[in-house]
């Protein structure tokens, strides 16, 4: 299957993420510039960490007007994976493509620490290969991670089982301890940690790797629903 | 010309810890007469000659909610000041 990483000045997990999928899920994988249109050929796109346009305005605020963006929008609509980690969690919720925003840390400060989450759903394509109620452990860095959105829409994400991922220890301030969510249809995820950064146990967890593993699992079954 | 002055601030719903440690600080400083403190956005926008109110209304209305706000946790608000140049 062929991963697709989308580039924003000022990413900078795109090469973390790239090793991580030709490296250790030997995956192919394709940096795509913010200014190209088209997202076609690909099975899947990962939307980096980094500082995209310096945060200028909001986290993700200004990437989300990117010449890439409605391809980005197609290919969500698809029904593919879209997977967005830390700011490219903050471009998915600006763009509209996933609800809430994520404000401030609670504490005002930048956390960078490995942080212990729960498995809140392994029913979904990108953490099938978990168990439910299961820890895993993966690195946070961020200053705004503190995820927010109204009690209906909480309520939703809840009925719905679009919460994949939960802090343990709540270290931001997030609604419902909510590291990561789903759109509805379930395909698009956007995340605080960081799996990239726990692909090999010398970096101090390797549980990263179930999600991409996830991933690539509903690619391949589909390929062969689609090819069979 | 005119100049349009935009005013953005969270919601009353939404933490704001930057304005409670510029609030905390000042309290430190003495200044105990201060019962909340907000930290918003303020844009200057100057619009060109030749756009009719109605129409500049639309577009500066249409700039906030597009980019300059973000509706889940931001309000925003503006005014439209008239330059020299106009009168």
Redesign the interface.
């Known amino acids: 299957m062929k991963f697709a990483i989308l580039a924003f000045p000022g990413s900078n997990c795109e090469m973390d993420l790239y090793y991580a999928i030709q490296d250790i899920m030997k995956e192919e994988v394709e940096l795509v510039s913010y200014k190209k249109d088209s997202l076609a050929g690909f099975d899947a796109v990962l939307i980096p960490g980094g500082f995209s346009y310096g945060d200028y305005?909001?986290s993700g605020?200004?990437a989300r007007?990117s010449p890439i963006i409605p391809a980005l929008r197609e290919f969500a609509k698809s029904g593919k994976p879209v997977l967005g980690i830390c700011n490219g969690f903050q471009i998915l919720?600006?763009a509209g493509l996933l609800p809430?925003?994520l404000?401030?840390?609670?504490?005002?400060k930048f956390i960078c620490k490995p942080e212990p989450l729960v498995v809140n759903n392994a029913d979904s394509m990108f953490s099938s290969t978990f168990k439910l109620a299961q820890i895993i452990n993966l690195p946070i860095a961020h200053g705004d991670g503190?995820y927010?959105?109204?009690q209906e829409t909480l309520k939703q994400l809840i009925a719905n089982d679009q919460i994949i991922f939960k802090y343990r220890n709540n270290p931001n301030?997030s609604v419902a301890n909510i590291a990561g969510i789903t759109n509805k249809a379930g395909n698009v995820l956007g995340m605080m940690p960081h799996p990239e950064r726990a692909v090999e146990d010398i970096l101090g967890s390797s549980d990263g790797v179930g999600i991409f593993q996830s991933i690539v699992n509903y690619a391949k079954s589909r390929e062969v629903v689609a090819h069979g | 010309m005119a100049l349009v002055k935009v005013y953005v601030n969270y919601k009353k719903s939404i933490l704001n810890p930057e304005a409670q440690a510029i609030q905390k600080a000042l309290g430190r400083l003495g200044y105990d007469n201060i019962d909340d403190l907000k930290l918003g956005k303020y844009f200057e926008i100057t619009v060109a000659d030749g756009i009719s109110k109605g129409d500049l209304d639309k577009e500066i209305n249409e700039i906030c909610d597009k980019m300059l706000a973000n509706y889940n946790m931001e309000n925003y608000h503006y005014e439209i000041v008239e330059t020299e140049a106009a009168q």
């Open positions: 305005l909001r605020a200004i007007f919720t600006e809430g925003s404000q401030k840390n609670v504490s005002a503190n927010y959105c109204d301030g």
